[in-house]
Each structure stands twice: as structure tokens, then as C-alpha cells.
């Protein structure tokens, strides 16, 4: 079994090492695996201790495999009778991570790999040369869709069961035979791009690099990334994606499982439509701000504020139920504005101005029971409650496709309402 690959260093705007060598399938096929970013349940709010999501990948598709699969087989039948017209190619490279060995010294690397007592986890690097096991501790920082692909092919090549549309592979393709097609992709090169030590945020950077600037890639995957962990300024997305999954799971949230996580499933609203709100509460000069500068330093303050978001949808809920969605409402039946993103804009920009309304009134929000976080909220949205009807039903001038225009629109609707029942009706809490 060949464990040795050729390898050529690159000078690259990073202090870690990045290589590029080449792969035959038969060979990385042992030495990666498949994985894929799960939605988080983690809710750090909850006391539960933080897990890192240690994935990073979209979930394989299969049906984008399958076209892959079938695109490869395509290319090796015209390879096969000598066509012009077919080039054949995957040029660019698979990404790969690995970390290094522990072991320093090649001999014993070399004998943790027949040596059963030891586990030669990691590679083995010369100057010339990487030294990788076939254990599939490889992961796929970008490529897994080919690589899916050929093992595809490879499989149905394997098992004899391949097929174009609803016809055998010799109906079509009569010049190939599964033998010659598992040799073709058995030898198969890939250029890969070998990182190595870096970390789950640098993996995941380097994903989202090459996914989010040069393909188009949902932006709830990339909050749920790089929202999982701090990086080490301990950001904004951070602190926005775990209130939304404090959110989307706590018990006590009246938005638990109404929250399309990864940008997809059962849901209202995306993932990333909600950290992007919140994002905007932390900016200076907004009410939020505070808090990300005191979670910058250390701080505690983040801590506090998931009881005012939770108690905030509560009073939404109480003071405009016509328009919350029932229990047995999804995304398409439920009509009413609300939880949809024209809604959803404009409420988390007026918790803003209620949070500070309750502030001048000298409560001391970070340090109050969630209920009582709730009469105080409620206290105001009662004063706009008999508006629900212009501000959410399905018959508002809102109702239409979410745009940051009708979002400010409504905003400036309801925050104006507010301010004249104010005037009207000064509130003491």
C-alpha cells in the first residue's frame, strides 16, 4: 500500500504549512472521510457546556453526486473510443487538512503503522515527501462533491450495478465494462492541496473562502460556522448565533424549532436572516453595543440578555396572537407578517428602542426575573396592540416579498405609533 506522496511546499500568506501533491482515488479514498455540519443543538445559555460542531461541510446531495457520477462516466466512455470533443478534466484541487504525527522520528511512525498497540494518527512529513496512514482521519475541506461522485461510480462499477436512465452501462456504453471503469477511477489523480495543523476556524475559514467569495454558498452555513466559536477578537457572530440558538432550542423560547438552522427545514425564518438582525443591535450607537464591548473584554453581560430576547417574543406573542403562528401552521400555510422577515426586521429593531425605554426608566434590565422582563415589554407593545392589523395580518401593505425597504417602512410605522400613544399616555413601570 503506497503511504508516500510526493509533495511540493507552497509560500502562501499563512505562518502554517500548505502542500500540493497528487492522489490517485484508489489511495485518498482511505484516506479521508465524509462528513457533515449538523444543526446545532447546543444552547450555552442553558448551562450546558460548549461543544464544538467540529464540521464544517454541506450535507452531499445526492443528486448532485449522482450527476457528478454520471459526468465522470460520460468522460471515460469519450476517453475510452479516443473523442476530442470531452476534456475529462477536474483541475482544481481537493482540499485536504490532516494534522501531524506525534512521533518526531520516522522509524517509529513507520512502526505505529503495523504496530496494532499504537495509532498512527496524523502525517508524517519529510521535505520531499508526506507520509499519510490509510486510518481516514483526512478531512474534505472542499471537494467533497467530486469526491462523492467517483466513489459513486466506483461503488456501482464494484457491484455491477450501473445504469444510464432506466438502461444498462452496455446498452449505452457497450465499449465500456465495469472492469475498465473501476480501473479508470481507481487511478484517477486528484491534485489536492494539503493543509496542515490548522484549526477547525482556520479549516473552516479557508472553506468559507473559497465557497463564500467564489461559489454561491447559504449564509446560514456561514453564520453557523464561524458563529459556533469565538474567533480571537470574540465577534459579533458569535454572540448573534448562539442567541438564536438559545432561541430556536431553549424551552422557555416561544421561537424553539421556528428557526430554519443551516438555511433549510422545517421553519419561518432563516438562521442567518436572524443573526444578521441582531448583528445590526450590537453596532455602535445601538443598544446592544454595550454588551458586545463587555463580551470583548471578557465580560458578563451576554450572559443576561437571551432572558430579554425570550421574554421579548413572549410579549409578541401575548399582545398580537392573530397574527403568531398556530401549532399546526408551517412556513407556507402561515400568512401573517410577523415571523416573516418584513415582520421579523422590524420587531427586532423596535426591541432596541423598548429595551431602552425601560432602561430610562431606571430598571435594571440585566438583572431581572424573565417574567418581570415581560410585564415591563408588554407595557409598551400594549400601547400599538390594537395596530396588529395594519402592522402583520396578510392584507398589509407588508405582505409582500421581505425587502429592507418595507422593513424600515414598518419599523418606522410601529416605533412612530409608539412614540404618540407615548406622548398620549406616559408609562411608569
Not at 78 to 97: C, D, N, Q, R, V
Not at 115 to 139: H, Q, R, W
Amino acid at each position: 500500500m503506497n503511504n508516500q506522496f510526493d509533495i511540493i511546499q507552497l509560500s502562501q500568506l499563512t505562518s502554517k504549512k500548505v502542500y500540493i501533491t497528487t492522489i490517485a482515488f484508489k489511495d485518498l479514498i482511505k484516506r479521508v472521510k465524509f462528513t457533515v455540519r449538523q444543526e446545532s443543538t447546543i444552547d450555552i445559555f442553558s448551562g450546558s457546556s460548549l461543544e464544538i460542531n467540529e464540521y464544517y461541510q454541506r450535507l452531499i446531495k445526492e443528486q448532485r453526486t449522482k450527476e457528478i457520477a454520471s459526468f465522470i462516466l460520460s468522460n471515460i466512455y469519450h476517453k475510452k473510443i479516443e473523442s476530442t470533443s470531452y476534456t475529462g478534466l477536474f483541475p482544481s484541487a481537493i482540499i485536504l487538512s490532516y494534522s501531524s504525527s506525534e512521533y518526531t522520528e520516522y522509524d517509529k511512525f513507520e512502526k505505529s503503522l503495523t504496530d496494532d498497540s499504537l495509532d498512527p494518527k496524523g502525517v508524517f512529513l519529510t521535505d520531499k515527501n508526506i507520509y499519510i496512514p490509510a486510518n481516514n482521519e483526512g478531512l474534505v475541506v472542499d471537494g467533497q462533491h467530486r469526491l462523492a461522485g467517483f466513489k459513486l461510480l466506483w461503488n456501482l462499477a464494484t457491484e455491477n450495478k450501473i445504469k444510464v436512465g432506466s438502461k444498462q452501462l452496455n446498452e449505452v456504453y457497450p465499449e465500456l465494462s465495469n472492469e475498465y471503469i473501476i480501473n479508470e477511477i481507481e487511478n484517477y489523480s486528484f491534485p489536492c492541496t494539503i493543509l496542515v495543523d490548522f484549526d477547525l476556524w482556520e479549516q473552516g475559514r479557508v472553506f468559507a473562502d473559497v465557497n463564500f467569495k467564489q461559489k454561491p454558498v447559504n449564509r446560514s452555513l456561514y453564520y453557523d460556522i464561524f458563529g459556533s466559536f469565538p474567533d480571537p477578537d470574540k465577534n459579533d457572530i458569535y454572540l448573534a448565533h448562539h442567541y438564536t440558538l438559545n432561541l430556536q432550542n431553549s424551552d422557555q423560547s416561544p421561537l424553539k424549532n421556528k428557526i430554519k438552522l443551516l438555511g433549510s427545514g422545517p421553519g419561518y425564518f432563516s438562521q442567518a436572516f436572524l443573526v444578521e438582525a441582531l448583528i445590526d443591535t450590537f453596532k455602535k450607537g445601538h443598544a446592544f453595543n454595550e454588551i458586545l464591548f463587555d463580551f470583548a473584554n471578557s465580560g458578563n453581560m451576554y450572559k443576561e440578555l437571551p432572558k430579554f430576547f425570550r421574554a421579548y417574543f413572549s410579549a409578541l406573542k401575548e399582545e398580537f396572537p392573530n397574527y403568531w403562528p398556530t401549532d399546526d401552521q408551517n412556513s407556507r400555510s402561515y400568512k401573517a407578517v410577523l415571523l416573516k422577515t418584513n415582520g421579523l426586521g422590524a420587531i427586532i429593531r423596535l426591541s432596541e428602542n423598548i429595551f431602552k425605554l425601560i432602561k430610562q426608566e431606571g430598571q435594571d434590565l440585566l438583572n431581572t426575573d424573565e417574567n418581570q422582563y415581560k410585564t415591563f415589554i408588554k407595557v409598551y407593545l400594549n400601547l400599538i396592540k390594537d395596530n396588529g392589523e395594519r402592522y402583520f395580518s396578510e392584507n398589509s401593505a407588508f405582505a409582500k416579498s421581505g425587502s429592507k425597504g418595507l422593513q424600515q417602512e414598518l419599523y418606522n410605522l410601529m416605533l412612530n405609533d409608539l412614540n404618540i400613544k407615548l406622548r398620549e399616555h406616559p408609562v411608569q413601570l
